[in-house]
């Protein structure tokens, strides 16, 4: 990208970092520990899970097609919320008439505002996906050269991700009014969170821990002859 377009969003960056230090101590630490907790939660839990489950017979092909199956969702996940992040960057955002208002070619527009859309994308997975990558490294044996390995694996499936959504909603810019594309976008990834929300509930992950009183290895078998159908890898 060039130096403007770097500026553009080194300022952005910047700003959300002052109003960050403006904030009070009390709502800061409230907010760090509200993202904080999700990943702390998906981590622990699926860590036990998984040192357990390497105990088992078939624990360690268990525990790779829950990983592929936990991201197959995080990837329609992070398609659907990338979705409306899109439509925002890409055509209601407030600072695109200063950008199309510079010498610029098309290109280096867009790849400012895949950046941008990446980067949400990144928040998300950080939240959701990568605790169960985490966990699954620490469970088998942490090793620096693997951690590295996921990481850049984890980027590349960002932008990939990313990518796509934005040639859908590029797509439907050009057939479609894009506010109403993007509150549909919108309504789609709610329905998407309760039917995740609602799985998870008849899944019960208590009964894949072998170390909950809620242990059923009938549920193992089944979890693992419907991820081996399912699997994203």
Known sequence: MPPVLIKNLVRIYTATFRNWRSAKKSKILAAVIGLL????????????????????????????????????????????????????????????PMLLSFPLQARQ???????????SNLGMFVLLGFPVLLSMILAIQFNFLLLIVVILASILFICIISGIS????????????????????T??????????????????????????????????????NLAAGSSFF
């Open 37 to 96: 907790f999700l990943p702390s939660m998906i981590m622990v839990q699926t860590f036990n899970m998984f040192k357990m489950w390497l105990y088992l017979p078939q624990g360690s092909e268990l525990m790779f097609h829950f990983v592929s199956a936990s991201m197959l969702g995080v990837m329609f996940l992070l398609f659907l919320t990338g979705l409306p992040v899109a439509m925002h960057h890409f055509f209601l955002a407030k600072d695109l």
């Open 109 to 119: 527009v867009y790849s400012q505002k895949f950046f941008e859309t990446a980067m």
């Open 166 to 185: 934005i040639l859908v909603s590029l797509l439907c810019a050009r057939f479609f009014s894009i506010k109403k594309v993007r509150r549909y976008a």
């Open 187 to 224: 309504l789609v990834l709610g329905l998407f969170i309760v039917l995740a929300w609602a799985s998870f509930q008849f899944i019960r992950m208590s009964r894949l821990d072998p170390a909950s009183i809620d242990f059923d290895p009938a549920a193992i078998e089944n979890f693992s």
